[in-house]
Structure formats: structure tokens, C-alpha cells
């Protein structure tokens, strides 16, 4: 009874025999699903190689920028050293000179880790990298030019760690 009903499902509504694909049919589909297949590969291949490219980028950042929070806990420290040189005055004494080569020690590894220390004096205003804390009339400085410095800034590679706090000049 099973032959029977098989023999009836593999007939069409006519009651005649279902007639088979022919083989350039069947290759025709073959064809078909394995271009499918391809396509489907090869934006798989291409997924996977912009995720690699995505992990390494990451890795990259994630290296380049590991110290942030260890040299921007240093910062402090360069202040007080600056501040330190600067009250020594520029008389040379034995302690001037070991603060000035602590201090040049220290700011070569910061640069060695991809700190850049910015001092713009006598530069134009940025807002990227400068916060203006005040403006003053300054004679002979052109305007907009920064005429004092209060705080130094730092960009740990090409990144604005801390802005420099400083006075502009009026225009």
C-alpha cells in the first residue's frame, strides 16, 4: 500500500506520471546554488578580514594609549618641577641643576611613551589645544597671540591630554 501512494504522489493532477527534471535542468540549478554559495563565501571572506583589520586597529589604540592614565597622573609632577626650576631662579646652584636634569629625565621618557609637551608662548590662540583662562592688553604681541602660559598642556600621541591654560592677547 506504501508503493501505492508513492505511486500516486509521483503523479501530477492529470493522473499521468510526474516527469523528472532533465539534466540541463538539474545542472542549470546546480549551477545557480553554487554561485549562491560563492557570493556567499566570499562576503564571509570579506566580513572576516574587516574584523581582523578592526581587531588590529583596536589593538593598535588600545597600545598607543595605554600609558593615558599612568602620564596623566605625572602631569602634577612636571607642574610642581616647572614650578620648582622656576623658584630656583636662574642663578646655577646644585639643586637648580638636579631638578632641571630630573626634569629633562622625566619629560624624555613622557616623550618616549608619545607625550608632547605644548608651551605656546608667543603662538596663536587654538582652541584645541589652548583654554583661555583670560585676555590682556599686550603691546607688541599680535592679537589673538598667547602672551602667558599658567598651566602647560600635553598631547599624548597627537591627543589632547590637558589643554594649556593661558592669557590672550586683546585684538
Do not use: C
Not at 36 to 60: C, F, G, I, P, T
Amino acid at each position: 500500500m506504501n508503493q501505492d501512494q508513492s505511486d500516486i504522489a509521483s503523479q501530477n493532477p492529470a493522473g499521468e506520471p510526474a516527469a523528472e527534471p532533465s539534466l540541463q535542468q538539474q545542472l542549470d540549478s546546480l549551477h545557480n546554488e553554487l554561485a549562491l554559495l560563492r557570493s556567499e563565501s566570499l562576503r564571509e571572506r570579506a566580513d572576516l578580514d574587516n574584523q581582523r583589520k578592526r581587531v588590529a586597529r583596536d589593538v593598535e589604540q588600545a597600545r598607543r594609549f595605554a600609558n593615558e592614565k599612568l602620564l596623566g597622573e605625572l602631569l602634577p609632577v612636571f607642574d610642581s618641577l616647572d614650578a620648582g626650576l622656576n623658584a630656583a631662579g636662574s642663578e646655577p646652584s646644585p639643586l637648580r641643576e638636579g631638578l632641571e636634569l630630573t626634569y629633562k629625565q622625566l619629560l624624555k621618557v613622557a616623550a618616549d611613551n608619545g607625550l608632547t609637551l605644548l608651551d605656546p608662548t608667543g603662538q596663536t590662540f587654538n582652541p584645541d589645544h589652548h583654554q583661555a583662562i583670560s585676555q590682556a592688553d599686550a603691546p607688541g604681541a599680535a592679537p589673538g597671540s598667547v602672551v602667558q602660559v599658567f598651566q602647560k598642556g600635553y598631547l599624548l600621541n597627537d591627543r589632547l591630554l590637558r589643554p594649556a591654560l593661558v592669557v590672550v592677547a586683546r585684538d
